[in-house]
């Protein structure tokens, strides 16, 4: 299955002023209705670190849940130094199976911030238990062996 993610431009989050209204500037209903995957990240200078990604089959209508969950809400706003921002991708797949495409997507993307180890997710709970971990271990393993990979289990 091709599964291409149509990005958008970046939307930067409010001040985080109180602790119920964590999108003051955006306007949400500017948010299309459409599948896709929306990822919450901080910005302190060139660096970028992604702090939640999710999906959805109405972005619209998960973004304006997600803003009123205030665990989440409160991990962007604790983050590290830098500015909050929203960037969200429409998803496009000529697959029939939807949920699996958002799946793969959010699966996928999450995966990559778990690999590259420097970003603070808050949403990686739980994505080990649907993975198989294979480690390579004894006297001779090899630098071309030495990995740790973790497998799709379903």
Same mark, same amino acid.
């Given at each position: 299955?091709?599964?291409?993610l149509?990005?958008q431009?970046p939307l930067?989050? &409010?001040?985080?002023?109180?602790?119920?209204n964590y $999108?003051?500037?955006? =306007?949400?209903? %500017?948010?299309? =209705?459409s599948?896709?995957i929306?990822i919450?990240?901080?910005?302190h &200078?060139e660096? !970028?670190q992604a702090l939640y990604v &999710? !999906?959805? !089959?109405?972005?619209?209508?998960r973004?304006? !849940?997600?803003?009123?969950?205030?665990?989440?809400?409160? $991990?962007i706003? *604790?983050?590290?130094? &830098?500015?909050k921002?929203?960037?969200?991708?429409l998803?496009?797949?000529r697959?029939s *199976?939807l949920?699996?495409?958002l799946n793969?997507?959010?699966?996928?993307?999450?995966? $990559?911030y778990? %690999? =590259?180890n420097?970003h603070d997710?808050? *949403?990686k709970r739980?994505?080990? =238990?649907?993975y198989?971990?294979?480690?390579?271990i004894?006297e *001779?393993?090899?630098p071309?062996?030495?990995?740790?990979?973790w497998?799709?289990?379903?």
């Amino acid at each position: 299955m091709k599964i291409k993610l149509d990005w958008q431009e970046p939307l930067q989050l &409010g001040s985080f002023t109180d602790d119920v209204n964590y $999108h003051d500037e955006l =306007e949400l209903n %500017e948010i299309p =209705e459409s599948a896709g995957i929306y990822i919450f990240y901080r910005q302190h &200078g060139e660096t !970028q670190q992604a702090l939640y990604v &999710g !999906q959805a !089959q109405n972005l619209r209508s998960r973004l304006k !849940q997600q803003f009123k969950s205030l665990e989440l809400m409160k $991990h962007i706003k *604790n983050s590290k130094k &830098g500015s909050k921002h929203l960037v969200f991708a429409l998803l496009k797949t000529r697959s029939s *199976n939807l949920v699996h495409a958002l799946n793969q997507a959010e699966r996928g993307l999450i995966t $990559h911030y778990m %690999e =590259e180890n420097k970003h603070d997710l808050f *949403n990686k709970r739980g994505l080990y =238990e649907e993975y198989d971990l294979v480690e390579s271990i004894g006297e *001779n393993v090899q630098p071309l062996i030495n990995i740790e990979l973790w497998v799709y289990a379903k």
